[in-house]
């Protein structure tokens, strides 16, 4: 099982961007699937969460201005980011739960990071 994720780039303030997250490989189930970033110098956070019945959660710094959504048919997780600004800055991280047989346990992934450098 792999996650791929791409949309980072760079983007003036106040713009807008969209990262995707795919996961491809023997798949049976995905859980929930999540967004962190880690900026320089500092921790990785959790950015928003969405459950495998599209149930949401966002980091108090992102609510209003980040939606996360997904595409089961596609095993794809999205965040949509808009009116970014200079300290959304960051590497973006998608991560989900994933059953790749119906006998095993859920395992976390986690895909390589998408830079999103935001201008000031």
């Known amino acids: 099982v792999q996650l791929q994720a791409s949309g980072g780039g760079l983007v003036q303030a106040g713009g807008s961007l969209r990262l995707s997250c795919a996961a491809s490989?023997?798949?049976?189930?995905?859980?929930?699937m999540r967004w962190y970033r880690q900026a320089p110098g500092k921790q990785r956070e959790l950015v928003a969460s969405?459950?495998?019945?599209?149930?949401?959660d966002y980091a108090d710094s992102v609510k209003g201005q980040f939606t996360i959504s997904r595409d089961n048919a596609k095993n794809t997780v999205y965040l949509q980011m808009n009116s970014l600004k200079p300290e959304d800055t960051a590497s973006y991280y998608c991560?989900?739960?994933?059953?790749?047989?119906?006998?095993?346990?859920?395992?976390?992934?986690w895909g390589k990071g998408t830079l999103v450098t935001v201008s000031s």
């Open positions: 490989g023997r798949i049976f189930s995905i859980g929930a």
């Open positions: 969405i459950t495998s019945s599209s149930t949401t």
């Open positions: 991560n989900a739960l994933i059953q790749d047989y119906i006998t095993r346990p859920f395992r976390d992934y």
